[in-house]
Every structure is written in C-alpha cells, then in structure tokens.
C-alpha cells in the first residue's frame, strides 16, 4: 500500500524531529502494510520560496537516507501546499509535485470556499499543468456544500483523506460512502510523530476491509501506483 500524506522527513516541518523519530515513523508503516510513503511536508508561499523549501526537503531527505534500509518503504518527495488565492501564479508551482507524478497535494483554507476558490481549482485542473489531489478532504468536508466533491471529481480534481476519518465514530460511515462512491482516490496517514500522531493506516485498512472487502483497498492502490511514474 501507500501512505499518501506524511511529515516523516525528520526536522523540516512539525512532523518528524529526528532521523530516529523518521525510521521509527518508516518501520511502524512498514509493519501496517505499507511499501511505498510520499513525504509531504508543509509548504507555505508565505513563508518561503520554492526553491528554498526543496532545498530544505533535499537536504532533510539526504540525512535520513543513510537510515533508509532495504526492508523500510520506499520514499517519494512530494509536499503539502497550503492553497492561499493566486496561487497558480507562483513561481516554480511544478516544482512541489510528487515525485515521478502530475500530482500536486494542496491543503485547503479551513473554512467554506469561496466560488473564486473552487474556480481558481477548476482553472488549475483545466490547464493540464497538474493533477490536483486535495489533501485530507476529511477536516473540511462539513464545511462545503454536499455536491462540490462531485463538481471537482467532474473536472480531473482528485480526492485524499486520511486514516482517522475511518476510524473516527461518527464519520466513519461517511468516509465509506465517500471511498464507495469515488470521492476518495488515496489515503494517508498524515504521520507526524510516534506520539500525539501516529500512523493509524492499518486500523482504517482494516475497517473498510470487513465493510466494503479488501478489493477496493486493492483497486484504489493500483489507481494511485498507476499515477507514478
Ligand atoms: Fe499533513
């Protein structure tokens, strides 16, 4: 399987504060199923330029690859672009895809989006530049209207959620139907540490599996390792 959205890449975001906390992070990952983890730390425009956040990552990424051994997943380089209004308009945008892919995973505002908001989505969809994935659609799924996930799916823009959104008691029902109905095309575990936020993939594994059986974990991995180059 793989972890779509993590912050195990040690000392470059508020996930991981250590190459100790990274392989520990990698190896209860690895022990949950999962073969392949795209690191997607914070990015925000507001606070750096591209080129120096990719800076940060390689060098982040460089200090823990001595620690990555053959039995830990692999480790693709992406990053969790926070979305703020102009953004298509940033230099170097296509820098912050996922490794080997078209696919850009935007953090959305916390609040109800704007029509300008979904438009500007809809525009960067339509120009073929990227692949949007909103990431974790789970924290702000109560805050939009019922039928724009189904106006973003219309128009290429793909859906992320995150484990817990399976395993939480009074969503858990909804994230089935989402991941039943196509509005759900990867899951992450949005790792950040051993403690406070642990990878739970397994138990949102597990819990779709006894409900919905074990293909449609099957069918969404292949559709995302399809979109890897
Ligand atoms: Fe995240």
């Given at each position: 399987?793989?972890?779509?959205?993590?912050?195990i890449l040690p000392?470059?975001?508020?996930?991981s504060q250590s190459i100790s906390e990274s392989v520990a992070l990698l190896t209860e990952l690895k022990s949950?199923?999962?073969?392949?983890v795209?690191?997607?730390?914070?990015?925000?425009?507001?606070?750096?330029?591209?080129?120096?956040?990719?800076?940060?990552?390689?060098?982040?990424?460089?200090e823990l690859s001595p620690s990555l051994s053959?039995g830990l997943p692999?480790v693709?380089?992406?990053?969790?672009?926070?979305?703020?209004?102009?953004?298509?308009?940033?230099?170097?945008?296509?820098?912050?895809?996922?490794?080997?892919?078209?696919?850009?995973?935007?953090?959305?505002?916390?609040?109800?989006?704007?029509?300008?908001?979904?438009?500007?989505?809809?525009?960067?969809?339509?120009?073929?530049?990227?692949?949007?994935?909103?990431?974790?659609?789970?924290?702000?799924?109560?805050?939009?209207?019922?039928?724009?996930?189904?106006?973003?799916?219309?128009?290429?823009?793909?859906?992320?959620?995150?484990?817990?959104?399976?395993?939480?008691?009074?969503?858990?029902?909804?994230?089935?139907?989402?991941?039943?109905?196509?509005?759900?095309?990867?899951?992450?575990?949005?790792s950040?540490n051993m403690?406070?936020?642990?990878p739970?993939?397994?138990?949102?594994?597990?819990?779709?599996?006894?409900?919905?059986?074990?293909?449609?974990?099957?069918?969404?991995?292949?559709?995302?390792?399809?979109?890897?180059?």
């Amino acid at each position: 399987m793989i972890d779509w959205h993590s912050h195990i890449l040690p000392q470059i975001d508020d996930g991981s504060q250590s190459i100790s906390e990274s392989v520990a992070l990698l190896t209860e990952l690895k022990s949950q199923g999962v073969n392949t983890v795209v690191a997607t730390p914070h990015f925000y425009a507001n606070e750096e330029t591209v080129q120096t956040f990719l800076n940060r990552r390689q060098k982040a990424f460089d200090e823990l690859s001595p620690s990555l051994s053959d039995g830990l997943p692999k480790v693709l380089l992406g990053a969790e672009v926070c979305y703020y209004s102009g953004i298509s308009r940033l230099e170097n945008l296509e820098c912050l895809k996922i490794e080997n892919s078209n696919l850009l995973l935007l953090e959305m505002p916390f609040s109800r989006w704007t029509e300008y908001t979904i438009r500007e989505l809809l525009e960067l969809s339509a120009s073929g530049r990227f692949t949007i994935v909103l990431a974790h659609i789970d924290r702000y799924i109560s805050m939009q209207d019922r039928d724009i996930w189904d106006r973003l799916y219309e128009n290429g823009i793909l859906m992320q959620a995150n484990a817990s959104f399976f395993t939480k008691f009074f969503k858990k029902k909804k994230a089935l139907y989402f991941l039943q109905n196509n509005r759900i095309h990867f899951i992450g575990s949005d790792s950040h540490n051993m403690t406070t936020r642990p990878p739970k993939l397994n138990l949102a594994y597990d819990y779709v599996s006894q409900k919905l059986g074990s293909d449609i974990l099957t069918e969404i991995n292949g559709f995302g390792k399809a979109l890897l180059g």
